[in-house]
């Protein structure tokens, strides 16, 4: 009785926002009566079409280029972040680096990025990273300088080495802000991937959706927006899974 | 004075540290000495430079001046010291299994033994229960065991300790306070502990040291035989020793400042 409860209690929320969003949708066409606003049930029944045709096929090209950009970021982002937030000395001399190149909006790299590594995935691969990479890194250094230093001290004190402070005290401990900062960069990463599927590619669900804008099919981009909607929805909820999983001691 | 026979000593220790590019003297001149197996209590103001003397004890500060010598050794992390802090210093994200067993992981001790003396330690200090809570989980009686317990479980012979029952309530504290000294009567490890509590310095040590402020220096040894006793707590001896450092704290003037 008690996990109907409970399970109620999560989907009750996420159902009625669903409902909301489509009479939201639903009035908003109704009053533009514009075909670029096309009625939810329509735009719908799109999606389920084109389900059966290639946006599957876009969609994983869209989440190939997403995981793989995340996942390259946080490599990189996570041990330099916790590096320079553990040796502050260091980071005195990386500070001026970053923050002189943090905000620089690197989507105008993007031509640059096409001419020198082609159009194919890794140009736009290596501009999701890097935009995410400074999120991610900017974050964890601040958690790893911020974090107490009781508990370095005491660590220390049982006979730890810069290893075991990593393992045992910067990681984990960091951990919460570094999943924090995944999903500001997963949001970010999104906003990007669009862009940059509109340029010079014909896969990714960036290019479904204005392929189809540029055909007038407004039901289809519709589809298309649905489909990158959930897809990033979907991402979120695994990220959450995996705070819960990971930062136990933080939902006790 | 024959200082071979302590276990513990300090001779004209004096500790700089550099704040916004100027050096400061935290410590000047600092002696101590403890034999074996004795209580040492450290009292006087906040921001005196204890906490700094028991870095260089744990041997997380080599740049000092002087000469510390603990059983005849310089201080090295992760030796046969252990170190207590105020707010415990327990992890928030391990358990109280995994708190207490950090020691031993990075000593890497054996799965067997490790789980052995883990089990053991908890036992005794009736922590076995709440083996799988997380410090957030505890209340600070409780918490302040489990730093105990970590340091225990290393079998350490010298315990360090920075002012590690301030944040509980009265009657914690004194349970806590005769939990110590119970430990120390049966493992006869020497005990070297901050505090600010005249009371508690009285109740632990076998000798009180009273520190100055800025730069922190010791300015009186007294020997205190009433040290754990129980039924002296609250006696006339017993105010009477707390009169007598609490005016002579008084009577530097600094005490009600820092405190």
Sequence with gaps: MGWVLKKAGKTLPLLSAVIILLIAWWLLSLGLKSPAVPPPLEALKSLWRSMQGDLPAHLGVSLYRILVSLFLATAMAVPLGLFLGKNPEMDTKAAPLIYLTYPVPKVVFMPILLIVLGIGDVSKIVLITLIAFYQILVTTRDAAKNLDKEYVISVRSLGAGSWDLYRHVYLPGCLPSILTSLRLGLGTAMAVLFLVETYATQKGIGFFILDSLSRMNYEEMFAGIIAMGLMGFVLYLLLDKAEKNLCAWIHT | ?259
């Design chain 2, 1 to 259: 004075m024959k200082m071979n026979n302590d276990y513990l000593s300090i001779k004209s220790l004096k500790v700089e540290y550099m704040q916004n590019g100027q050096a400061l003297t935290a410590l000047e001149s600092v002696d101590l000495s403890l034999p074996q197996g004795k209580t040492g209590v450290i009292i006087g103001p906040s921001g005196c430079g204890k906490s700094t003397l028991l870095n260089v004890l744990a041997g997380l500060n080599p740049r000092y001046s002087g000469r510390v010598m603990i059983d005849g050794r310089t201080p090295e992390g992760g030796g046969e010291t252990a170190l207590i802090l105020q707010d415990y210093g327990l992890l928030p994200w391990k358990t109280v299994w995994d708190n207490v067993i950090l020691g031993m992981q990075l000593r890497k001790k054996t799965h067997r033994a490790t789980k052995t003396a883990a089990e053991a330690v908890l036992d005794k200090l009736g922590l076995l229960p709440m083996a799988r809570r997380y410090p957030a989980q505890l209340s600070g009686g409780q918490r302040q065991r489990v730093a105990i317990a970590r340091a225990l479980i290393l079998d350490p012979k010298l315990l360090l300790m920075d002012e590690p029952f301030s944040s509980l309530d009265a009657l914690t504290r004194e349970e806590i306070q005769d939990f110590l000294l119970k430990i120390w009567e049966e493992t006869q490890l020497t005990i070297l502990l901050i505090t600010h509590n005249i009371e508690e310095a009285v109740f632990l040590g076998q000798k009180i040291f009273i520190m100055s402020p800025c730069p922190g220096k010791i300015e009186q040894a007294v020997d205190n035989i009433m040290a754990g006793d129980y039924n002296l707590r609250g006696r006339v001896q017993f105010l009477e020793m707390c009169s007598f450092l609490r005016s002579f704290l008084h009577r530097r003037g600094n005490y009600g400042m820092g405190a």
